[in-house]
DNA sequence: TCCCCATAAATGTCAGACAATTAAATCGTG
DNA sequence: CACGATTTAATTGTCTGACATTTATGGGGA
């Protein structure tokens, strides 16, 4: 009764290498294989699965991509379920970010309203947790920010490190996790956005009153303050992109 | 001078494969290559960067698994770049999140705290933004949980699409994937906690609360009501862990 | 006892072939 | 000349078999 072979059924009409990834990926996000688990040799899973060697190596490589298992060569290789460490994830979750914005046509400024709320998010637990280290660190940077004759890519690395301390203060990685990428996936956008003096004046004179605020533990300042700066990022943005319009529209021919 | 082949450097002593991918993903992310465009054959590739044609598959197969590449077969066919859409970005987001969490050893506490100050984060623009729909989603998630012998599965269900409709109120998509995606992470953590009848009473207690705030645009009023019901849920996390060493410490034996 | 080396197991890589699919060119016919 | 059916070519999907490389393990000799 059960049509075995043919299928023309859409249940699964992807490669066999999709296919068989999707299940190890079941087995493992369901909970069957935990961390450091051994998979089955690659000859034993296409004899499983009958299919080929490539073709199991494909699955396995899908895997490997999203950092669900790693493998090790050699007697007693082999590949292993991968525990995902922190750094990884960050670097996944800003790829991903940064593929989202950047081909999909985000506007700058729904992608920097969406960074200033989560943000503001974390200066309630900022405020409750921070320790004098993240205080210094941010002020390290504000002070990098003030020098003149700074270029725009490192003014904005620097205005990454603040923010990213601020976030830290948090105390919760999974929160700077999920804020690493929303700011690192930003980065392109923010790139395109060129900060004239006054602009920079502007900005570290928030960043002045948001540390100010962060040390005092007041949450609503800081909020307050990050809204401002929220406020002064698109208006800049705008600025900028009216600039460049002009730029494309005026200078050629 | 530059050691062309052997290099024992450490610069690059991974697969070929995951060289290959590497030098393809970089042209992706920095723009060399854009939507839709067309890469060079699989043949044209192995002759390109010398090497074999599984080699190159691999390649492509880890690219594919990020969703960075898509495949098609047949003449004027081959891999293209792929314009990440929001449900495939939601999707990854979410892989990535329950495995940093689950294989991560991240206690509910942490995960439940970024979560909710992620979702505070998204209170104002949501008061500001929401529609009437919005609201309509809500109430009917709220009738929903109200229905005695709901399953603890279902409730959750229910308790899900309320948050999310209430972050779609922001109307920005990058903020809704974010969420999405700390949320649906953390569900297998969820999961774990068993909601009596007193507790699902207050948490929809809370949630008609925070829907009469989004009516009238109240947004601390929200961020308080947020604030109470990551404490309930803290407190229910604790109770139910109770409740599970009790059992895993009293039964056996 | 300790060190060196052969062995085996596993992944990494290659070469060549065939199957399946799809778009486009070709051809035949009205 | 136009239009539809057929052939063709290009490309990915899969298989087979082989060899290279890495690494743990065990045995033999100093």
Redesign the pocket.
């Known amino acids: 009764m059960p049509d075995n072979s043919k299928s023309q059924q859409k249940t699964a009409e992807k ?3 999709a296919q068989i990834a999707q299940a190890i990926r079941d087995a493992i996000l369901s909970g069957d294989l935990v961390a450091d688990d051994r998979l089955p ?3 034993e899973l296409s004899d499983t699965y009958g ?5 199991v ?2 699955a396995l490589k899908r895997l490997a991509a999203q950092s669900l298992i790693r ?9 292993f379920v991968h525990r995902l460490s922190y750094p990884e994830a960050y670097s996944q979750l800003a790829t991903t970010a940064t593929l989202l914005l950047s081909l999909n046509e985000v506007d700058f400024a729904t992608a920097c309203r969406a960074r200033f709320a989560l943000e503001r998010g974390c200066a309630p637990l900022s405020a409750q947790n921070r320790s004098v280290d993240h205080l210094a660190a941010m002020r390290a940077e504000i002070t990098r920010q003030s020098q003149p004759g700074l270029s725009d890519e490192a003014f904005c690395a620097s205005d990454v490190a603040f923010h990213r301390a601020l976030v830290d203060g948090a105390s919760n990685p999974v929160l700077s996790w999920h804020l690493a990428g929303a700011v690192e996936g930003m980065q392109p956008l923010m790139n395109m956005i060129t900060f004239r003096n006054r602009d920079r004046a502007e900005i570290v004179a928030l960043h002045i009153r948001i540390t100010d605020a962060l040390e005092a533990r007041d949450a609503a300042l800081i909020d307050q303050f990050l809204n401002a700066l929220c406020t002064v990022t698109l208006r800049q943005a705008e600025a900028s992109e009216a600039l460049h319009a002009q730029k494309n529209s005026g200078a050629p021919i």
Chains 1, 2 share one sequence.
């Open positions: 490669d066999l290498s040799s690659e000859a299919v080929s060697r490539p073709t190596r494909e493998t090790k060569r050699g007697a007693s290789g082999g590949a």
